[in-house]
């Protein structure tokens, strides 16, 4: 069985990215041929259109996963760029994408009625990562709950190219965690960079603390009772907290008579000792950026023979080999 999963390196990760995906990932890890872990560099580009940038992001996203506790000898992580099959393998998917179903995804649709440009990398943008999954015969795809209907996409061009052609490819499953599908950010909105309401997760204590203080919340009086299920702050407290502290803080709220921020207080103080080891280890990484390139370079030789396979199936099978 492998798991597989992608992330773009488009700046630092936030707590939307830690809890609902990179948290899987290394839950997930156990030899490294059943667990695959990529830069999605070639989706950043969508995004991200300083070539230095970009290369400067990648590799502290490399540097960021490996501080979390993603683990070289459990796990195989390789920027997507250097498996240059996957490009050939979203080729020979694209040749049987319905637009209609390209057209119906969200990243594209919501820039679209945003009335911004679109350019065909993102309209395309699902069809690649339909490449990145099948290419490694991938069966589980941790990811957040935006990503689900990207998999659902992935799913139905494996069929029908099954179909077409015999059976080539593995059928993939979302696994998405119900606790952290999606996080919200600073206003309660879903935690995006694209929305500038991000917590990042490796970003020091100081103004770390200062963004938790401005999380935005209502401005009901503070004797007043509330209810914890639909707070976004209480949100953010329950993924750090354990179940004692979560059920007293979600009393405290039934109760009434707090200020928000001394739920905020609470949150910060966990959230910063939470991530200060990663934070520990994200400085000693920094120090050897030879030794997370040659981790790089060696998870894509081992994702390249896999890949390598996979391709020669599928040209194999629709008739271009
Ligand atoms: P990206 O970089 O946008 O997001 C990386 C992961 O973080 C999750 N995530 C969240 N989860 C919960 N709450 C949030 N607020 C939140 N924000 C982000 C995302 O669901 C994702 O799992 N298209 C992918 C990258 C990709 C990929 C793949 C993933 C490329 N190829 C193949 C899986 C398989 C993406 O945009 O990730």
């Known amino acids: 069985m492998r798991v597989l999963s992608?992330?773009?390196?488009?700046?630092?990760f936030h707590w939307g990215n830690y809890f609902g995906a990179i948290r899987q990932y290394i839950d997930l890890q156990g030899e490294p041929e059943n667990a695959f872990y990529f830069l999605a560099n070639l989706h950043?580009?969508?995004?991200v259109r300083d070539a230095d940038v970009l290369r400067q992001n990648t590799m502290d996203a490399a540097i960021d996963l490996l501080a979390l506790g993603l683990d070289p000898n459990r796990a195989t992580l390789f920027v997507q760029s250097d498996v240059p099959e996957v490009s050939e393998l979203c080729w020979l998917l694209m040749t049987g994408t319905p637009m209609g179903l390209l057209e119906r995804c969200h990243a594209y649709k919501d820039k679209k009625a945003k009335g911004l440009s679109?350019?065909?990398?993102?309209?395309?943008?699902?069809?690649?990562?339909?490449?990145?999954?099948?290419?490694?015969?991938?069966?589980?795809?941790p990811v957040g709950e935006d990503q689900v209907q990207h998999i659902e996409v992935c799913r139905d061009l494996a069929a029908s190219?099954?179909?077409?052609?015999?059976e080539t490819f593995v059928m993939p499953k979302a696994k998405v965690l119900d606790s952290s599908a999606r996080v919200a950010g600073t206003d309660g909105e879903k935690m995006s960079k694209s929305y500038g309401n991000v917590l990042e997760v490796l970003e020091d204590p100081k103004p770390l603390r200062k963004k938790i203080m401005r999380i935005v919340t209502d401005s009901r009086p503070m004797d007043q009772p509330k209810e914890p299920g639909t707070d976004h702050l209480?949100?953010?407290?329950?993924?750090?907290?354990?179940?004692?502290?979560?059920?007293?803080m979600a009393a405290m709220y039934r109760r009434g008579g707090f200020g928000y921020g001394e739920v905020k207080k609470a949150l910060a103080d966990l959230a910063v000792d939470h991530f200060a080891e990663a934070r520990q280890r994200r400085q000693e990484l920094q120090a050897q950026p030879d030794?997370?390139?040659?981790?790089?370079?060696?998870g894509a030789a081992v994702a390249r023979r896999k890949a390598t396979d996979v391709l020669r199936r599928a040209q194999h099978a629709c008739g271009v080999k």
């Open 6 to 12: 992608g992330i773009q390196p488009t700046g630092r």
């Open 44 to 47: 950043a580009l969508t995004t």
């Open 118 to 141: 679109a350019d065909a990398g993102l309209f395309a943008y699902p069809v690649l990562m339909a490449a990145d999954i099948l290419m490694y015969d991938s069966d589980i795809v």
């Open 161 to 166: 190219f099954n179909h077409r052609f015999g």
């Open 234 to 248: 209480f949100q953010l407290f329950s993924l750090f907290a354990n179940d004692a502290q979560r059920d007293e």
């Open 291 to 298: 030794r997370v390139r040659e981790i790089l370079r060696d």
